[in-house]
């Protein structure tokens, strides 16, 4: 595998993790997770990926196009090491084009078990085949995992309220990095909406990446890497479930490259991703 597309295939692992009537704009709500103890959710998520090369030797290529589908099932253990037990079993995965169908296949029934505080800040997160042997790769999605999980705020919020999210990408594992990769998500209370017993809040969510210069190092060769671009849109969420109802992000993400293998001329390479989740089950 070239470098250059090594990169590209790191770019997606990046792009690897909503009637009722309106409540009042005045109220503050406290959010917790509090998951049922026992509650399963079902979710389906579909993720297309388009990677393209802007600038440098491989400019001329054509775009590498992705489509991901992934289903998968949460299920609500209880208290656990200082927080709440999430099983996750990944029930089916498919890919187009389907060149990774044998990888995706042994994905089928793999389990994750994670640990939330009342804030959903992950406090530990590991993945296990089906065999029960834990695996290196395993550990990295578990890395993964804990890149696109976005905590809940310290104090009560309203309508129009905001609250930053700092983590760290599984990124910089993947291509050397000298140090951390950072993304930047906030997160903006839209709406607020009461239906009998549940209420859901509404989330605006964007996701910027710092574009500050990191080195890479890969196979003896050091370059420099800037990654720029914002993910956005929206989330529901369920507050008697303390979980997501539906979501959907898009956006650009861009990767610049200088020196090394790339040359003097560097290279660019943008992906385009679009991402909608939705739940489909509850009980």
């Given amino acids: 595998m070239t470098i250059a597309r090594r990169f590209a295939r790191a770019a997606m692992a990046v792009a690897a993790l909503t009637g009722c009537r309106a409540g009042s704009s005045s109220a503050k709500l406290t959010l917790r997770y509090r998951p049922p103890t026992g509650a399963t959710y079902r979710y389906a998520l579909e993720q297309q990926n388009s990677v393209r090369f802007l600038s440098g030797a491989m400019r001329a290529s054509p775009s590498q196009d992705m489509k991901l589908h992934l289903y998968y099932t949460q299920a609500v253990t209880g208290p656990a090491a200082g927080g709440i037990g999430v099983t996750v079993t990944y029930d089916s995965t498919t890919m187009e084009p389907g060149v990774m169908a044998p990888a995706l296949d042994r994905m089928r029934g793999l389990t994750s078990s994670v640990v939330y505080d009342d804030r959903m800040r992950i406090l530990s997160a590991s993945f296990t085949r089906l065999e029960g042997r834990p695996s290196p ?81 890969r196979s003896g060769q050091t370059a420099t890497m800037k990654l720029s671009g914002v993910i956005s849109g929206e989330q529901l969420y369920s507050l008697a479930k303390s979980a997501p109802v539906r979501a959907t992000m898009g956006g650009t993400m861009k ?29």
Avoid: C, Y
Wanted: net charge negative; charged share 15%.
């Fill in 255 to 283: 990767i610049d490259l200088k020196g090394g293998r790339m040359g003097p001329e560097g290279m660019t390479i943008a992906m385009e991703q679009q991402t909608s989740l939705q739940l489909t089950g509850a009980k």
């Fill in 137 to 217: 790769l395993l550990e990295q999605m578990g890395k993964s995992l804990k890149g696109i999980s976005f905590p809940l705020p310290a104090d009560p919020v309203g309508v129009g309220d905001s609250w930053v999210s700092e983590v760290e990408l599984p990124l910089a594992d993947l291509l050397g990095a000298s140090a951390p990769i950072m993304s930047h998500t906030r997160l903006t209370l839209k709406e607020i909406h009461v239906a009998g017993a549940d209420t859901s809040i509404v989330l605006a969510v964007a996701t910027t990446f710092p574009g500050d210069p990191v080195t890479i190092n």
